[in-house]
């Protein structure tokens, strides 16, 4: 079942970029934003809302398939074939949102591939952030390698666009929600321990910082907040996630953050200013969805024309890109 996002999500970010001015470089299907150039080049601002979207002609509807937690293990050749089939079907570009393997190895990243060629082959753009899992065996850059030399856009701290949406993505980290939040206080590996927490908040807000389209999504494989992880023993929660991932998606405005990790969580929530959250955890969209589908679909408006093929930044405003701007 496809959940488009409510009017009152698109009026509150609306609010926050009425005067927001809009740069960006464009490179291919997926964009990579130029951050050497892109503050020369400016488009002219635009409200952001359904009503004003309409009036420019952002009628066209972009959908947005997003799944976590697969666990692809070195056994797992041809368990996701037929659910990667259908989301080649149904969706214009693919998010997968940590815990993309189970023990972080290269093998398991390699089955992963293979098990994507559905939606690789169509080539449709997908995203994916890290989880905890992939790290499980010091192999994290080997299985990044792997995935991206297959077609896959890896995110940890960095920012894209597709058709005109932009996109941040972070792995996340844990630290608790709230007042109960970990603070930085006592011993030297606490204190790092929460580093941690505050590094993964810096690299999101660095990412959406860099994005100059009016429609954000921020990936992350923690939660950003509380509401999406109850359901799990409150025992386990503070390793969840921690609510220092959810003062950038508040402060940039983003359309919707989406998230793993909480297997037996909650499927929604809201920041502190009402931006939804999705949890798609493979095991709770299987419950939480009607139809048991393990995975959820964001159903967004986006610009009749679509995005460019050339890089807007000046310095490169006649140059064409086929994967990545040369700037980054």
Known sequence: MAIPLQESDFLLINR????????????????????????????????????????????????????????????????????????????????????????????????????LNPVLRKKIPTLAVFGNHEFESGKADQVQKILTTGGITVLDGGACEINGIGFAGIKGFSGGFGERVLEPWGESVIKRFVREAVDEALKLESALARLRTSQRIALLHYAPIAQTVSGEPPEVHPFLGCSRLEEPLDRYGVTAAIHGHAHRGSAEGRTKSGIPVFNVAMGLMELASADHRPYRILELPVPRTGPSAECRCRVHRRQSHTKRCSCT
């Open 16 to 115: 926050a970029h009425r005067a927001y001015l809009r740069t960006r470089s464009v490179v291919g299907t997926a964009t990579v934003l130029c951050p050497q150039h892109e503050g020369i080049s400016r488009l002219s601002g635009r409200r952001f809302g359904i009503a004003v979207a309409a009036a420019e002609g952002m009628t066209k509807t972009f959908r947005l398939g997003a799944t976590a937690d697969l666990h692809c293990k070195i056994s797992s050749a041809g368990a996701f074939k037929d659910l990667f089939a259908r989301l080649a079907e149904d969706v214009d570009a693919l998010a997968l949102c940590g815990d993309l393997v189970d023990y972080g190895l290269p093998a398991e990243a390699e089955i992963l591939l293979e098990e």
